[in-house]
């Protein structure tokens, strides 16, 4: 959470001390938002965080890269639940699969804005996927026993 609010502070800082490059191609919000991003892949690529958290993986195999996710799970769990389960994800894997999955890259952008190659992207996101249908199931399974024990 602390370093979530000093990159917010960061990034803002950056948006008031470049607003003078803003030229009004486009949304003031679009701008910031990319500011923000880039901010937070800044502070991803730093070494530390990138030595502790960096995985090389170089190929999928193709049965693998092809997860079907059923939502049946998720119409029985809450939002706040769900957020905290993505939370819950390792920092490099949480990192491609939201750029991946909430903000509509593709795997090259992935792979040149954080410097991994996107055999590694893939992988990340194919792990994130897997992990959060196993805590999603888990999950219910913890709910059902819950509501059985309430009975």
């Given at each position: ?27 003031f919000a679009g701008w910031m ?119």
């Amino acid at each position: 959470m602390e370093d979530a609010e000093q990159l917010l502070n960061d990034g803002f800082l950056k948006v008031f001390t470049q607003i003078e490059h803003f030229k009004n191609a486009g949304s003031f919000a679009g701008w910031m938002q990319r500011i923000m991003v880039n901010t937070c892949l800044d502070y991803l690529r730093s070494t530390s965080l990138k030595e502790d958290t960096m995985m090389h993986v170089h190929s999928i195999p193709a049965e693998e890269s092809n997860i079907s996710v059923s939502n049946e799970g998720l119409e029985n769990i809450e939002f706040r639940e769900l957020v905290h389960i993505i939370q819950s994800l390792p920092a490099m894997t949480r990192t491609v699969f939201n750029l991946f999955v909430f903000d509509g890259y593709n795997h090259k952008e992935i792979s040149g804005q954080l410097d991994i190659s996107e055999g590694t992207s893939h992988w990340h996101v194919h792990q994130a996927r897997t992990m959060l249908q196993k805590k999603i199931k888990n999950s219910e399974h913890k709910k059902v026993m819950y509501e059985a024990k309430r009975i």
